[in-house]
């Protein structure tokens, strides 16, 4: 190895490593530990339900500081204790106080009376730079209607790097667009050999993108703490292998906090069974969320409402009765029931045009796209 840069030493001597450097393999766990055992002696703790969240609570209210590798951002509601946090931290490791917290990886977040903008402009003016689209051509939905792609349906792409990198980014850029998870979920399941029908869809991703650069979410400062959640499932939309989709969002009064979607792992033998599987998962994610927001002060104690367009599929979570239909699907059944009748949810029946999780499991027309849009309290923002 090349000995650092102002250390002489002679030509038929070694260097030895004394501590982890960033590029080793054990090197994120050291930084994690040292930065864990350091901020506990502080008096915080690690939240049991997201390792990277740190809490404390002081007579004055809760500070809460959230870690990404060596990028954090505090907040809560005792400024003494922040501050006091700050200063700890100055001491004991390298640190750079960027101010009000405004731009975080690629985040950028506006603030105003009425709450909180957050959006990924910049970073979506980026890539399309990347991907070289310079005309003014835009779509007005990220997938065309009825489209289904298929493992082989055009050309294979000679260079597949440009698809992959586009897809990466396009993964990341859901953090604050979910109206392009559908979208970006179909093109993901295409990486490791990427065709032109495949590349067309990304483009037509990029272009709804240009049309709707300054789309953010919107955090309502009035907004109630109050969860509600919204599933749904396209029965086998792929037409390749006949999985059916999961889609699920969850709301906080007025404000999108978590949404997915997902193929399912196993194939559905009805409409009903898809939509069932679907509640399973969204039922696993409420709980999480409903310990989460527990650990960081928010009152859980009411059933959380969650929202399901399939009449069927609620009958099944409140029917003790299993029979041929519903026994290949026990453990799911089970598992709803046992957490509806212990009251952490309860289901509710909500007509198509009102199910929120509808843009997350199918392609939709631009009318239906633009009031779900709407509904998820995406707006523009522009600087």
């Not at 959230?66 to 006091?84: A, N």
């Not at 969320?289 to 969650?306: E, I």
């Not at 029917?319 to 598992?335: G, L, P, Q, S, Y």
């Amino acid at each position: 190895m090349q000995p650092p840069p102002g250390l002489s030493i002679e030509s038929n001597k070694v260097c030895h490593l004394r501590r982890a450097l960033y590029g080793l393999k054990q090197a994120p766990r050291a930084w994690f530990a040292k930065f864990s055992s350091t901020i506990f002696r502080l008096g915080y703790t690690a939240s049991p339900y997201d390792s990277a969240l740190f809490l404390r609570r002081t007579d004055k209210g809760t500070i809460l500081l959230l870690l990404y590798v060596d990028d954090m951002i505090i907040t809560g509601d005792d400024l003494s204790g922040i501050q006091e946090l700050k200063d700890f931290l100055s001491q004991q490791f390298e640190m750079k106080d960027l101010g009000h917290l405004s731009y975080f990886l690629g985040l950028e977040i506006t603030h105003s009376t009425d709450g909180l903008y957050i959006t990924q402009a910049k970073y979506a003016s980026d890539l399309l730079s990347q991907a070289g689209l310079t005309d003014s051509k835009t779509v007005d939905t990220p997938v065309e209607l009825n489209a289904h792609l298929t493992p082989l349906g055009g050309k294979p792409l000679s260079n597949p790097s440009l698809y992959r990198r586009l897809v990466g980014s396009l993964v990341y850029l859901t953090v604050t667009r979910p109206d392009i998870s559908y979208a970006v979920h179909q093109v993901s399941q295409y990486l490791s050999a990427p065709r032109s029908t495949h590349y067309a869809v990304v483009l037509r991703i990029l272009r709804y993108l240009k049309g709707t650069l300054f789309h953010g979410l919107f955090y309502s400062a009035q907004s109630p703490l109050i969860l509600r959640a919204f599933s749904d499932a396209d029965w086998a939309g792929d037409p390749t292998d006949r999985r059916s989709t999961t889609g699920y969002c969850f709301l906080l009064g007025s404000s999108l906090i978590s949404w997915r979607s997902k193929k399912q792992t196993f194939v559905a033998r009805s409409s009903t069974e898809a939509e069932y599987r679907a509640l399973a998962d969204t039922t696993s994610e409420l709980l999480w969320l409903r310990w989460l927001l527990k650990d960081l002060g928010v009152s859980t104690s009411s059933a959380t409402p969650l929202y399901c367009d399939n009449q069927s599929a609620i009958h099944i979570a409140h029917n003790d009765v299993f029979h041929e239909r519903t026994k290949h699907i026990e453990i799911d059944c089970h598992f709803i029931r046992y957490h509806l009748l212990h009251g952490a949810l309860k289901l509710f029946s909500v007509s198509s045009k009102d199910q929120l999780a509808d843009i997350f499991t199918k392609s939709l027309p631009k009318r239906r796209t633009r009031d779900l849009v709407d509904n998820l309290k995406l707006v523009s923002h522009p600087p």
